[in-house]
Protein backbone atom coordinates (compact mmCIF):
# COMPACT_ATOMS: atom_id res chain seq x y z
CA UNK A 1 0.00 0.00 0.00
CA UNK A 2 1.30 3.20 -0.96
CA UNK A 3 2.27 5.48 2.41
CA UNK A 4 3.06 8.96 1.54
CA UNK A 5 4.55 11.05 4.40
CA UNK A 6 4.73 14.99 4.17
CA UNK A 7 6.87 17.51 6.51
CA UNK A 8 8.33 20.93 6.72
CA UNK A 9 5.60 23.20 7.15
CA UNK A 10 5.19 25.50 9.33
CA UNK A 11 4.62 29.39 10.40
CA UNK A 12 6.07 31.83 8.37
CA UNK A 13 5.76 36.00 8.04
CA UNK A 14 4.62 36.74 3.92
CA UNK A 15 7.18 36.77 1.55
CA UNK A 16 9.16 33.97 3.28
CA UNK A 17 10.11 30.65 1.90
CA UNK A 18 9.77 27.11 3.28
CA UNK A 19 10.63 23.94 1.75
CA UNK A 20 8.41 20.96 2.15
CA UNK A 21 8.83 17.53 1.58
CA UNK A 22 7.47 13.73 1.29
CA UNK A 23 8.89 10.86 2.07
CA UNK A 24 7.20 7.72 -0.06
CA UNK A 25 7.00 3.89 0.35
CA UNK A 26 4.90 0.81 -1.12
CA UNK A 27 4.92 1.50 -4.63
CA UNK A 28 7.49 2.11 -7.72
CA UNK A 29 7.97 6.27 -7.09
CA UNK A 30 9.30 6.38 -10.26
CA UNK A 31 6.87 5.28 -12.51
CA UNK A 32 4.35 7.61 -11.09
CA UNK A 33 3.87 11.26 -11.83
CA UNK A 34 3.64 12.98 -7.97
CA UNK A 35 1.42 16.22 -7.24
CA UNK A 36 1.31 18.76 -4.55
CA UNK A 37 -2.15 19.91 -3.35
CA UNK A 38 -3.65 22.06 -0.81
CA UNK A 39 -6.38 22.91 1.22
CA UNK A 40 -7.30 25.91 3.01
CA UNK A 41 -10.13 25.79 5.18
CA UNK A 42 -13.48 25.95 3.97
CA UNK A 43 -12.03 25.11 0.51
CA UNK A 44 -11.69 22.46 -2.06
CA UNK A 45 -8.45 20.63 -2.62
CA UNK A 46 -6.33 22.36 -5.41
CA UNK A 47 -3.52 21.33 -7.57
CA UNK A 48 -0.45 23.11 -6.88
CA UNK A 49 2.41 21.22 -8.85
CA UNK A 50 2.88 17.98 -10.60
CA UNK A 51 5.64 16.89 -11.92
CA UNK A 52 6.09 13.61 -14.92
CA UNK A 53 7.95 10.68 -13.88
CA UNK A 54 11.27 12.02 -15.29
CA UNK A 55 10.84 15.23 -13.88
CA UNK A 56 10.80 16.71 -17.48
CA UNK A 57 6.86 17.60 -17.26
CA UNK A 58 5.76 20.06 -14.53
CA UNK A 59 2.79 21.43 -14.11
CA UNK A 60 1.60 24.92 -11.58
CA UNK A 61 -1.30 26.71 -10.70
CA UNK A 62 -1.27 29.35 -11.89
CA UNK A 63 -1.44 31.27 -8.51
CA UNK A 64 1.87 29.90 -7.96
CA UNK A 65 3.90 29.88 -11.07
CA UNK A 66 7.40 31.85 -10.24
CA UNK A 67 7.19 30.83 -6.46
CA UNK A 68 7.05 27.40 -6.32
CA UNK A 69 9.31 24.63 -7.57
CA UNK A 70 8.31 20.96 -7.53
CA UNK A 71 11.32 18.15 -7.84
CA UNK A 72 11.93 14.97 -7.28
CA UNK A 73 14.57 12.58 -6.07
CA UNK A 74 14.00 8.99 -8.06
CA UNK A 75 16.70 7.63 -5.93
CA UNK A 76 15.66 8.41 -2.86
CA UNK A 77 11.80 8.38 -3.32
CA UNK A 78 10.79 11.94 -2.14
CA UNK A 79 9.25 14.76 -3.69
CA UNK A 80 9.73 18.09 -2.94
CA UNK A 81 7.91 21.50 -3.00
CA UNK A 82 10.35 25.08 -2.34
CA UNK A 83 7.67 27.62 -1.95
CA UNK A 84 8.66 31.43 -2.23
CA UNK A 85 7.83 34.69 -1.40
CA UNK A 86 5.18 33.23 0.20
CA UNK A 87 1.02 34.81 0.65
CA UNK A 88 -1.47 34.81 2.68
CA UNK A 89 -3.28 33.07 0.40
CA UNK A 90 -1.45 30.13 0.43
CA UNK A 91 -2.26 29.38 4.11
CA UNK A 92 -3.34 25.61 3.57
CA UNK A 93 -2.70 22.07 4.31
CA UNK A 94 -0.41 20.60 1.50
CA UNK A 95 -0.48 17.13 0.76
CA UNK A 96 1.49 14.86 -1.62
CA UNK A 97 -0.25 12.66 -3.76
CA UNK A 98 0.41 9.93 -6.25
CA UNK A 99 -0.35 10.72 -9.74
CA UNK A 100 -0.37 13.83 -11.89
CA UNK A 101 -2.84 15.64 -11.07
CA UNK A 102 -4.49 15.22 -14.51
CA UNK A 103 -5.18 11.72 -14.18
CA UNK A 104 -8.35 11.93 -12.21
CA UNK A 105 -11.15 13.95 -12.91
CA UNK A 106 -11.69 14.76 -8.90
CA UNK A 107 -8.40 15.37 -6.75
CA UNK A 108 -9.46 13.33 -3.98
CA UNK A 109 -9.21 10.42 -5.77
CA UNK A 110 -5.50 10.77 -6.01
CA UNK A 111 -3.68 8.44 -2.85
CA UNK A 112 -2.24 11.09 -0.36
CA UNK A 113 -0.67 12.17 2.72
CA UNK A 114 -1.54 13.06 6.14
CA UNK A 115 -0.96 16.63 4.96
CA UNK A 116 1.43 19.19 6.67
CA UNK A 117 0.52 22.86 7.39
CA UNK A 118 1.49 26.00 6.20
CA UNK A 119 0.72 29.20 7.97
CA UNK A 120 1.24 32.38 6.43
CA UNK A 121 0.96 35.41 8.84
CA UNK A 122 2.52 38.19 10.14
Known amino acids: EAQLVESGGGLVQPGGSLNLSCVTS????????LTWLRQAPGQGLEAVSS????????YYADSVKGRFIISRDNAKKTLYLQLNSLKIEDTAMYYCAKGFFDVVGDLALLRRGQGTQVTVSS
Open 51 to 58: IGQLGTRT
Open 26 to 33: GFSFKNYG
